[in-house]
């Protein structure tokens, strides 16, 4: 089972930032968290992983807390289509348990 | 071709057929996998392949058979299967360092199989 709790949904005004938050409240030491999104009808597609420090990208930010127990992705500045499902996830090396994952909606 | 192609994008197969998934990689990857993604349901990894070898079944019924001849391919071969078994599947590489399994790198995903079991 996938061991992060997501909001089902979020709704984001286009331009603005869009914080999808991530709990992990039983993640181990070498565990990382993982962010991935699937725009309808596609594959994932791989946005950032971190262990504790805070990570940039050109997609995206993660921060994860001191404790380790949730996370936030940030999407700096959300267009349309960054409209998709974002799964955070929690895992030990290269087998990903995806959740249910967050249903972002970008609006114009 | 780039990135991780998949054929057929789509299948109907009757519950007595035998037909095989296929997933080609240009990545230069070394590791390959096989999800399955049911309606309403999360994404579920089936197989991993490091190096050409399976190295993680997880608990899938032997209708599904899985071969990696190479580390750029990947079929997915399917008999007798169920209308349940109906889902998209979707295949991913990544590039990995032994020991197997331990590394945190990005996995690259196919567009997917839509199979529909009748």
């Known amino acids: ?108 | 071709e780039t990135g991780v192609t998949q054929t057929p994008r789509h299948l109907v197969m009757g519950m007595t057929n035998k037909k095989s998934l296929k997933c080609e990689q240009h990545l230069g990857h070394n590791a390959m996998y096989w999800y399955k993604q049911s309606a309403k349901k999360p994404l579920e990894l089936m197989f991993v392949y490091n190096f050409k070898e399976q190295t993680e079944n997880n608990s899938v019924p032997s209708r599904f058979s899985p071969e990696c001849p190479n580390s750029s391919h990947l079929f997915l071969h399917l008999h007798t299967l169920q209308p349940e078994d109906s889902a998209l599947y979707l295949c991913a590489s990544s590039q990995e360092e032994p020991p197997w399994g331990s590394s945190y790198n990005e996995q690259f995903f196919g567009p997917g199989t839509r199979l529909t079991v009748l």
């Open chain 1, 1 to 108: 089972d996938a061991k992060t709790t997501q909001p089902p949904s979020m709704d984001c005004a286009e331009g603005r930032a869009a914080n999808l938050p991530c709990n992990h409240s039983t993640i181990s030491g070498n565990e990382y968290v993982y962010w991935y999104r699937q725009i309808h009808s596609q594959g994932p597609q791989y946005i950032i992983h971190g262990l504790k420090n805070n990570e940039t990208n050109e997609m995206a930010s993660l921060i994860i807390t001191e404790d380790r127990k949730s996370s936030t992705l940030i999407l700096p500045h959300a267009t349309l289509r960054d409209t998709a499902v974002y799964y955070c996830i929690v895992s030990y090396g290269n087998k990903l348990v995806f959740g249910a994952g967050t249903i972002l909606r970008v609006k114009s």
